[in-house]
């Protein structure tokens, strides 16, 4: 397979999937000799034009998992923007110590459909966006080590310079989203939950509006959500002054719940053509 540039791009509100897509990049880039690039596709306007490859490049692609699948509100942008012609990609989800669920099913099912070929995929474990107690410091440097080791054998496979054999990873791409619960094992119910913001704090800044994924922050007036908020936290975890926090109840409670029962460290999973996954 004569391939001339590795490309990262990754919907990553808080930078545990970007920072996941980019080393395995950099590291196929390494060992395949190639060069590679990063093309941002966080932000409204990074996403608003298509980005189309061909069969000479390597994409990476990632997303992180809502709800066990991909941000609902990014989907249509999966589906729409991103364009392969017989391109080998790699997809990659990460997940906050839970479960990756169907994510990467979609994920695989999805660029499957915009024309690419799967060359591999994984599932990473990352700190959970809702709460630093579910998956603290993920990806770290055992995630990192078994990443080069999958870029690695990722570029064997490449380098075989043989058709790409059928890749089968867990889940279903058409499952429903999973159901937050409470504490009480009842749904949660906090889809109009929005960030609040600690007028004592907030310095005016700007940063949430800058950072906002959907464009629903005023940048006049950095208090107002004015359009949808998918709970990514990139406001939260990006102010530099913790002007900004949730103060919904169910929201609340279902990050309590998963404190409560996802404290063990969840396994990595990695997936080759041809073959089936590994753990970490």
């Known amino acids: 397979m004569e391939l001339a540039c590795v490309y990262a791009l990754s919907f990553s509100p808080t930078g545990s999937t970007r920072r996941a897509v980019g080393r395995i990049a950099r590291q196929l880039a390494g060992v395949l000799d190639l060069p590679w690039r990063e093309i941002p596709w966080t932000l409204p306007a990074q996403r608003a034009e298509a980005r189309v490859f061909g069969p000479s490049d390597l994409v990476v692609m990632g997303g992180p998992t809502y709800a066990g699948k991909l941000p609902n509100k990014i989907l249509p942008d999966y589906q729409s923007k991103l364009r392969g012609s017989g391109t080998p990609a790699v997809a990659v989800v990460t997940f906050g110590n839970r479960s990756f669920d169907n994510a990467l099913a979609e994920l ?130 990006g102010c530099p002054r913790q002007a900004k926090y949730f103060d919904d109840p169910e929201f609340l409670s279902h990050i309590t719940m998963l404190e409560q029962n996802f404290q063990r460290p969840a396994e990595n999973q990695l997936f080759f053509p041809g073959e089936g996954g590994t753990g970490r």
């Open 108 to 237: 695989c099912a999805v660029l499957e459909a915009d024309g690419f070929q799967l060359a591999g995929a994984g599932a990473f474990g990352a700190v959970h966006a809702f709460t630093d107690a579910l998956a603290p410091g993920r990806p770290g440097p055992a995630d990192e080590a078994q990443m080069d080791d999958f870029a690695r054998r990722l570029a064997e496979k490449l380098r075989a310079d043989e058709p790409l054999q059928p890749l089968a990873v867990p889940g279903d791409p058409a499952a429903p989203y999973y159901t937050p619960r409470r504490e009480d094992g009842q749904p949660a119910k906090f889809l109009k939950a929005k960030p609040r913001t600690d007028p004592a704090r907030c310095g005016g800044c700007g940063l949430c509006a800058q950072n906002c994924p959907m464009g629903s922050i005023d940048r006049a007036r950095p208090d107002q959500v004015t359009g949808v908020c998918i709970k990514c936290q990139s406001c939260v975890r």
